[in-house]
């Protein structure tokens, strides 16, 4: 079975302090993908990664970075974090470049900025 | 670009009760199409998938068919039982991204 392990499952920050998330599969996937869930809202894509060094925008990148120095690992990072990246960060992989396989998800982090 | 909208919850049903959790999708071609499940404190599980029209996918009793005509992919359990309880999500691809794309979940509440 794909394994996804998140680091934290609970982290509570200052706003201000620079957060890491971090996320690592140990199934080879190529593909890595961070997202945020709040309430009403589903998930939304912040980045993702096809490939080591590899990184692209999702749809909400703003005040987020990531790092995929290792094919197994993807890090998300928030500069300075704020009040309104209180959220649930799930992360995800899959294998392949069709575009249609399905996505295996971390038991995610709980993030509270204050 | 690819979307999909389901049902707004929460769905509060009694033990034993038939569930249907509706779905739609806007899309270009005809991709695979998902359902993830969320309990509480967890992360998303892969519920069930249709590769194709006319699929039916199916896992712990839950059913979906991959209807092209009203490009739907309905959720249906004949008999929930309280462990059901939790979010679930109709997802399908990102239009030009490996990433997919997930519609807002419906919170299933099953009383005992």
């Known amino acids: 079975d794909v394994k996804v392990t998140q680091s934290s499952r609970y982290l509570v920050k200052r706003t201000g302090e620079k957060v890491f998330l971090e996320c690592v599969q140990d199934?080879?996937?190529?593909?890595m993908f961070w997202y945020r869930q709040d309430p009403g809202l589903g998930l939304r894509l912040i980045y993702f990664?096809?490939?080591?060094?590899?990184?692209e925008k999702g749809d909400i990148p703003e005040g987020y970075s990531v790092s995929r120095e290792k094919k197994e690992r993807f890090s998300l990072i928030l500069e300075s974090a704020s009040t309104n990246q209180t959220s649930m960060y799930l992360c995800?992989?899959?294998?392949?470049?069709?575009?249609?396989?399905?996505?295996?998800f971390g038991n995610g982090t709980r993030l509270t900025v204050t | 670009g690819n979307s999909v909208t389901q049902m707004e919850g929460p769905v509060t049903l009694s033990e034993e009760a038939f569930l249907t959790i509706n779905c739609t999708y806007t899309?270009?071609?005809?991709?695979?199409l998902f359902w993830y499940v969320q309990y509480p404190g967890e992360g998303l599980q892969l519920l069930l998938k249709?590769?194709?029209?006319?699929d039916k996918g199916s896992n712990k009793g839950f059913e979906a068919t991959y209807r092209k005509e009203t490009t739907s992919f309905h959720l249906e359990k004949g008999s929930v039982q309280v462990s059901d309880s939790a979010v679930y999500f109709c997802?399908?691809?990102?239009?030009?991204?490996?990433?997919?794309?997930f519609g807002s979940g419906t919170r299933l509440q099953v009383q005992p």
């Open positions: 995800a992989s899959n294998p392949g470049v069709a575009g249609n396989s399905p996505l295996h």
């Open positions: 199934m080879d996937h190529e593909n």
């Open positions: 990664s096809y490939d080591v060094k590899m990184k």
């Open positions: 899309a270009t071609g005809y991709p695979s």
């Open positions: 249709a590769t194709k029209a006319d």
């Open positions: 997802a399908l691809p990102d239009t030009g991204r490996r990433a997919l794309t």
